[in-house]
């Protein structure tokens, strides 16, 4: 028997699979094709203290082997989340992880103590990388000084573990990784979209509304990959991976490359039941390779220094 | 429900220029699909689906019927599937046309690659005995499709905005050649749907609206347009694609 179950801080995952955060909502729609107490866990859409109406449409576009997506963090805001979206999802057996966000450190503090007082709750993604948004998000996920105070403003908020989510579009990965980890981050979460733009030649405008937007999808899995390992080497925070899984071989790259547990975000769109497809393709994907079991292939990279 | 299903192909018909006609074999949405209602089409090589509207069903054939403009990529390519071959659909998705179950005059208005979803409507309605008047879009005579079915359902007027065939210029206007009616029933390019609502301010009216789409069963918030208010936005693949004509804000 394979052993699929990952133990890592808050989150006692039976599988390392979740969907990613944006991409499954609160997991609403996506019970009626599957039980969710099949996943490893669920992170819910973006939580902001407020309403927010996100930006105007077109939000999404195809690319070559992805899309980009400029929502713009809508979401009924945290209150309404905390009272209509999490008892829907703590009924299933399955560990729920709150993506937070915000445009001020004050936003980000209010937000991450309300879900730590729901005591249903298991970890905080700080989402510090959302490219879609004029304030907040971003600025903070690109400076590694902000991203440190931040990470040490939701920390003390909360009794939560954290696991920030990098953003991918900086020079130097690695730089914001030790950031965070030094203030006190229980994990990383990586990695978020790559902003990117695409034209529409008949009215020679950008066809997103606003302008650009975050790739996603299966164009971006090798950049995953390698910021996945550079950071490795240099964190010691557990790393849940993401950007373009579609498959189980998919996840064994990013548990070799070092992730512990891989999110799946816009492949969810392509097929509804990616999750529990590749949950139950995992034991075999695991014995093919030659391992007993998830834990066991986590950093197992053999890569030349 | 929606399901993920597989539509097997029993057609392919040119049936007006770069539009397709295709019927497609499945049990279950032959059997719970209401018109207005859409299906979210895996094209293979594409990362998102496609909505393509339900034009008409076959309940004894168990026979689903889409009709599709080649715009991009992925009609493109799906215009290339042959009878025999089969793709997966999320369906039948989204809100359809409630149609109540009183007998009246009912007007379809319908554009370009709008008039499908209206098909299906106007032929559950004509079963209803109701009356059925049809105005029918479209930019020249090489784009006309159906117009005979829809004859078949009631008086239809064909309009082509050069003039090429039927009736010069643009739906709205034939709108009061086709005498009073009860409400209406409309699909088409947002420009034309703006220039129904505000021809006719009073009469209820339902409208079917388009929009790029990512997960397509309401979790990705990549479809809303904003309501009446402005204060919040509805999802157009959940709570859409028909809406209140004086819902939504255009
Ligand atoms: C509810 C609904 C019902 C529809 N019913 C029909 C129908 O019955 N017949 C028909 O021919 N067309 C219909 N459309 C429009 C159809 O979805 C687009 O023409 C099609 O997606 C274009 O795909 P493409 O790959 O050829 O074009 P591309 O431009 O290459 O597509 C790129 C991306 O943009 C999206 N996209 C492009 N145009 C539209 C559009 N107008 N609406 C939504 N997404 C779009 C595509 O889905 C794809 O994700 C409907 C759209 C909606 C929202
Ligand atoms: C439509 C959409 C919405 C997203 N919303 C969020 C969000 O609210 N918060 C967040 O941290 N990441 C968000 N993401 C990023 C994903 O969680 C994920 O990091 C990224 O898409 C890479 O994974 P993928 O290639 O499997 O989609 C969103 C992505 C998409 C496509
Ligand atoms: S397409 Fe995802 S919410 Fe409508």
């Known amino acids: 028997m394979t052993n699929l179950a990952v133990h890592l801080p808050g989150l006692e995952l039976k599988n390392p699979i979740m969907p990613a955060s944006g991409c499954f909502g609160f997991g609403r729609e996506y019970s009626t094709f599957y039980d969710l107490s099949k996943l490893g866990a669920v992170i819910m859409k973006a939580a902001t203290g407020t309403e927010r109406l996100g930006n105007p449409t077109p939000r999404v576009v195809e690319t070559a082997s992805g899309m980009l997506n400029a929502i713009g963090l809508q979401n009924p805001g945290v209150k309404n989340i905390i009272e209509n979206e999490v008892p829907f999802l703590a009924a299933y057996d399955t560990s729920i992880i709150a993506n937070i966000a915000g445009s001020t450190t004050t936003e980000y503090e209010a937000v991450a103590r309300a879900f730590n007082e729901t005591e249903l709750v298991h970890a905080i993604e700080l989402n510090i990388s959302c490219p879609n948004v004029k304030e907040g998000g971003i600025q903070f996920g690109t400076d590694p000084a902000m991203a440190a105070t931040v990470t040490e403003i939701v920390k003390n908020a909360s009794n939560l573990p954290v696991y920030v989510k990098l953003s991918p579009n900086v020079t130097n990965i690695v730089e914001m990784a030790k950031a965070v980890e030094a203030a006190g981050a229980d994990g990383l979460s990586m990695i978020n979209t790559l902003t990117g733009m695409q034209m529409h030649l008949q009215s020679r405008k950008p066809l997103i509304a606003n302008k650009t937007g975050g790739l996603s999808g299966p164009a971006i899995k090798p950049v995953a990959i390698r910021m996945i390992y550079e950071v490795r080497q240099h964190v010691n925070i557990p790393i849940i991976g993401m950007g373009g899984v579609t498959n189980a071989e998919d996840v064994l790259e990013f548990l070799l490359a070092g992730a512990s547990a891989v999110a799946v975000g816009t492949a969810n769109f392509s097929n509804p039941y990616i999750c529990p497809e590749i949950i139950d393709a995992l034991p075999a994907t695991l014995e093919r390779y030659g391992f007993d079991s998830v834990e066991e292939v986590i950093g197992k990279g053999i890569i030349p220094v | ?250």
């Open chain 2, 1 to 250: 429900m929606i399901q993920k299903e597989k539509m097997i192909i029993k057609s392919v018909t040119n049936i007006a220029l770069d539009t397709i006609e295709m019927v497609l074999e499945n049990t279950f949405i032959s059997k719970t699909a209401i018109p207005g209602q859409f299906l979210h089409a895996s094209i293979e090589g594409h990362t998102l689906r496609r909505p393509i509207s339900i034009a008409d069903i076959d309940r004894e054939k168990e026979t689903v019927t889409i009709l599709f403009k080649i715009l991009g990529k992925g009609t493109e390519k799906l215009a290339t599937y042959q009878a025999g071959m089969s793709f997966n659909v999320l369906g039948p998705s989204g809100n359809g046309f409630q149609i109540e179950d009183k007998q009246g005059t009912y007007l379809l208005i319908g554009g370009g690659i709008g008039v499908p979803p209206l098909y299906y409507l106007g032929k559950k309605l004509a079963e209803k005995q109701c009356q059925v008047i049809s105005i029918l879009g479209f930019q020249t005579k090489t784009n006309v499709f159906y117009e005979e079915k829809f004859r078949a359902l009631g008086e239809t007027f064909i309009v082509t905005n050069d003039g090429s065939y039927g009736e010069t210029g643009f739906v709205t206007d034939i709108i009061e050649r086709a005498g009073d009616f009860d409400s209406y029933f409309s699909c088409g390019p947002v420009p034309m749907l703006k220039a129904i609502t505000k021809k006719l301010p009073t009469k209820p009216g339902l409208i079917s609206l388009e929009e790029r789409m990512g997960c397509g069963v309401g979790a990705c918030m990549a479809c809303v347009i904003p309501t009446n208010d402005g204060k919040s936005y509805q999802k157009i693949c959940s709570d859409g694609p028909v809406f209140h004509a004086q819902e939504v804000s255009l």
